[in-house]
């Protein structure tokens, strides 16, 4: 069954950037939607965007101005850049997978991968 | 966009029944057959419990409900069990083509 896994530095310090990337097994990474959601500790969820197969991006508007997702098929990889971050980007960050089937399209995440925790200091 | 509003926390004693609201805008929830809801244990990635207001993936036991009216959706948990302790999110699709989730509601049992 598809698998996703995020990857990336787990300090980050203030003011740079964070990277990470969602490595997708068991299935293509074409045709569908990604998602990246965090959540700080203790705190709920909050949708960062979506990234389609062919580069189509959303993002919420709120990290809109600090936000980039890019895709690479090849490597069946999404990721997400956040730039200029602060002690509050300090979060679990997860990826998502949402859900299709055939030429329907849902509005909600079915795969979910494990999450990596990013942690803002210096 | 603002977070979906959700009760804090619900409790419930074994076998009873809990429902939490989710209360939207006529920009997502009100707008939209599009609220899905996630099960989220402590320390584990979320579920999806119902997605399109009242369906069940395959899998999730139908002792989860959901329904909606205006802007309001709410998730429905009878004969509630041990095991049915978390947290638990919704979320809609909204009018200008992102999602939001909800504030989230810790489920106790007693």
């Known amino acids: 069954q598809v698998q996703l896994q995020e990857s990336g530095p787990g300090l980050v310090k203030p003011s740079e950037t964070l990277s990470l990337t969602c490595t997708v097994s068991g299935d293509s990474i074409n045709s569908y939607y990604w998602s990246w959601i965090r959540q700080p500790a203790g705190k709920g969820l909050e949708w960062i965007g979506r990234i389609y197969s062919n580069g189509n991006t959303k993002y919420n508007p709120s990290l809109n101005s600090r936000v980039t997702m890019s895709v690479d098929t090849s490597k069946n990889q999404f990721s997400l850049t956040l730039n200029s971050v602060t002690a509050a980007d300090t979060a679990v960050y997860y990826c998502a997978r949402i859900k299709r089937a055939g030429a329907i399209r849902y509005y909600y995440m079915d795969v979910w991968g494990t999450g990596t925790t990013v942690t803002v200091s210096s | 966009q603002s977070a979906l509003t959700q009760p804090a926390s619900v409790s419930g004693s074994p076998g009873q029944s809990i429902t939490i609201s989710c209360t939207g805008t006529s920009s997502d929830v009100g707008i939209y057959n599009f609220v899905s809801w996630y099960q989220q244990h402590p320390d584990k990635a979320p579920k999806v419990m119902i997605f399109d207001v009242t369906n069940r993936p395959s899998g999730v036991s139908n002792r989860f409900s959901g329904s909606k009216s205006g802007n309001t959706a709410s998730l429905t948990i009878s004969g509630l069990q041990a095991e049915d302790e978390a947290d638990y999110y919704c979320?809609?699709?909204?009018?200008?083509?992102?999602?939001?989730f909800g504030t989230g509601t810790k489920v106790t049992v007693l």
């Open positions: 979320a809609s699709y909204t009018t200008t083509n992102t999602y939001v």
